[in-house]
């Protein structure tokens, strides 16, 4: 039985065709932007020059996919070009009811590739699934998983009251809870699941925790995700950090208080300049008031293509990710794959060990300000944690992936 593999973004899901395709099991991938050179809007770039030419390829290489075989690739992405001016723009509202109505008419637009004759399973992700998953049970019970990119929203909207109270001055309006037919709707999801896959242990109980499906337990499990080895395979080892020089920390992802970026913004306010570095890449969507107090002491890029990434990975130390509430975060794998030490939570996959950095069971500013002192006054543990780093990446390599999709998919028996 072939697979259809959908997503209205990309997130991972184009390492699970890829593994798919690989397999021989891939029978098409669905996403709403794909680099195709020779079809618009992307041949544009060819007609540009100069600086707006660079800005456009870098925009274009974040959605490169080469080893994916075109062919197999289905792609209409116009509201998700217009949800992402939307969020250069600064304008978060529009930018989320872009979102919602670009993953509609993208699950409307696949309907007929879940209708075709043939036996098909369908690989879905969170918040862009149950319509395909409706017509799936309709046009003759084909198998239904569900790729659970987050913990349950519930369990969001629990951690982010007690953060409001304490910073609110940190949240813009769409950070502040999920909405209740949001909800609603996962919760739909999970009953059409025939499988739910996670990405850690910590989404996993979330789901088990806070869903009133009573199956959700039952069909729950964790497939761990990868990092991408081709954008990392040229990163040499890294080389011991001087006592001399400030710690490089780097943040990467989106800049939101339920990554933990106030505490880190706080804890950086409290170390001298000569002992510690930050670099935040990722779109900004806390308040410019709340960062501005803090934004001499940082170094600020915007989203970046993802080319781009593993150079300024290797450029530092160490990566922070104190976040409250996270479905993996490959970025984890990613600073290992770098040579760089971890300092994260305990709500998301449990990366960083004893040898690579640190995990935090509690979050305030306090803890994360301790935690950052560690690496700082304490070069040779931080340089035992990067020496470490990239032989522990390879617990989290593509062909691990890949071979936990062909484990699940023969125990599941499609």
Same mark, same amino acid.
């Given at each position: &039985? %072939?697979?259809?593999?959908?997503?209205?973004?990309?997130?991972?899901?184009?390492?699970?065709?890829?593994?798919?395709?690989?397999?021989d099991?891939?029978?098409?991938?669905?996403?709403?932007?794909?680099?195709?050179?020779?079809?618009?809007?992307?041949?544009?770039?060819?007609?540009?020059?100069?600086?707006?030419?660079?800005?456009?390829?870098?925009?274009?290489?974040?959605?490169? &996919?080469?080893?994916? %075989?075109p062919?197999?690739?289905q792609?209409?992405?116009?509201?998700?070009?217009?949800?992402?001016?939307?969020?250069?723009?600064?304008?978060?509202?529009?930018?989320?009811?872009?979102?919602?109505?670009?993953?509609?008419?993208?699950?409307?637009?696949?309907?007929?590739?879940?209708?075709?004759?043939?036996?098909?399973?369908?690989?879905?992700?969170?918040?862009?699934?149950?319509?395909?998953?409706?017509?799936?049970?309709?046009?003759?019970?084909?198998?239904?998983?569900?790729?659970?990119?987050?913990?349950?929203?519930?369990?969001?909207?629990?951690?982010?009251?007690?953060?409001?109270?304490?910073?609110?001055?940190?949240?813009?309006?769409?950070?502040?809870?999920?909405?209740?037919?949001t909800?609603?709707?996962?919760?739909?999801?999970?009953?059409?699941?025939?499988?739910?896959?996670?990405?850690?242990?910590y989404?996993?109980?979330?789901?088990?925790?806070?869903?009133?499906?009573?199956?959700?337990?039952?069909?729950?499990?964790?497939?761990?995700?990868?990092?991408?080895?081709?954008?990392?395979?040229?990163?040499?080892?890294?080389?011991?950090?001087?006592?001399?020089?400030?710690?490089?920390?780097?943040?990467?992802?989106?800049?939101?208080?339920?990554?933990?970026?106030?505490?880190?913004?706080?804890?950086?306010?409290?170390?001298?300049?000569?002992?510690?570095?930050?670099?935040?890449?990722?779109? &900004?969507?806390?308040?410019?008031?709340?960062?501005?107090?803090?934004?001499?002491?940082?170094?600020?890029?915007?989203?970046?293509?993802?080319?781009?990434?593993?150079k300024?990975?290797?450029?530092?130390?160490?990566?922070?990710?104190?976040?409250?509430?996270?479905?993996?975060?490959?970025?984890?794998?990613?600073?290992?794959?770098?040579? &760089?030490?971890?300092?994260?939570?305990?709500?998301?996959?449990?990366?960083?060990?004893?040898?690579?950095?640190?995990?935090?069971?509690?979050?305030?500013?306090?803890?994360?300000?301790?935690?950052?002192?560690?690496?700082?006054?304490?070069?040779?543990?931080?340089?035992?944690?990067?020496?470490?780093?990239?032989?522990?990446?390879? %617990?989290?390599?593509?062909a691990?992936?890949?071979?936990?999709?062909?484990?699940?998919?023969?125990?599941?028996g499609?």
């Open positions: &039985m %072939n697979i259809g593999v959908f997503h209205p973004g990309t997130q991972h899901s184009w390492q699970t065709a890829l593994a798919l395709q690989q397999a099991r891939l029978a098409w991938y669905a996403t709403s932007l794909f680099y195709k050179p020779d079809e618009w809007p992307y041949r544009i770039e060819r007609y540009l020059s100069g600086k707006l030419r660079k800005r456009v390829s870098a925009e274009f290489g974040r959605l490169a &996919m080469p080893a994916l %075989n062919e197999l690739v792609a209409s992405g116009a509201a998700e070009w217009f949800e992402r001016i939307a969020n250069r723009l600064g304008q978060r509202e529009l930018a989320k009811w872009l979102d919602r109505r670009g993953n509609r008419n993208f699950v409307h637009g696949i309907s007929e590739l879940v209708r075709a004759p043939g036996d098909l399973a369908l690989w879905g992700y969170n918040g862009s699934s149950l319509t395909s998953f409706e017509l799936a049970k309709q046009v003759g019970g084909r198998p239904c998983i569900l790729d659970r990119t987050i913990g349950d929203a519930r369990a969001y909207n629990a951690a982010m009251v007690d953060l409001q109270d304490r910073f609110g001055e940190w949240f813009l309006p769409v950070e502040r809870a999920v909405p209740e037919d909800i609603a709707r996962d919760d739909r999801e999970f009953e059409l699941a025939d499988h739910i896959l996670v990405g850690c242990e989404a996993r109980r979330t789901l088990i925790d806070h869903s009133p499906v009573v199956s959700v337990a039952s069909k729950t499990q964790v497939l761990g995700y990868c990092f991408d080895e081709a954008l990392f395979s040229d990163i040499p080892a890294p080389k011991p950090v001087k006592k001399n020089r400030p710690v490089r920390f780097l943040f990467l992802g989106l800049v939101i208080p339920r990554k933990g970026i106030h505490h880190i913004l706080e804890a950086l306010g409290q170390i001298p300049e000569s002992e510690a570095e930050l670099t935040i890449v990722g779109d &900004m969507k806390v308040p410019a008031e709340a960062f501005a107090k803090y934004a001499g002491r940082v170094t600020y890029k915007p989203t970046v293509a993802r080319s781009q990434v593993p300024i990975m290797a450029e530092h130390d160490v990566l922070l990710l104190p976040t409250y509430h996270e479905g993996a975060g490959i970025v984890l794998y990613e600073a290992l794959a770098a040579g &760089m030490g971890i300092i994260q939570s305990n709500r998301a996959a449990l990366v960083a060990t004893p040898e690579t950095g640190l995990i935090l069971d509690q979050l305030d500013t306090n803890t994360v300000l301790q935690a950052l002192r560690v690496p700082i006054e304490d070069r040779d543990r931080l340089n035992g944690w990067r020496a470490a780093a990239q032989s522990e990446a390879a %617990n989290y390599t593509f691990k992936y890949r071979q936990g999709i062909e484990t699940f998919l023969a125990k599941a499609i």
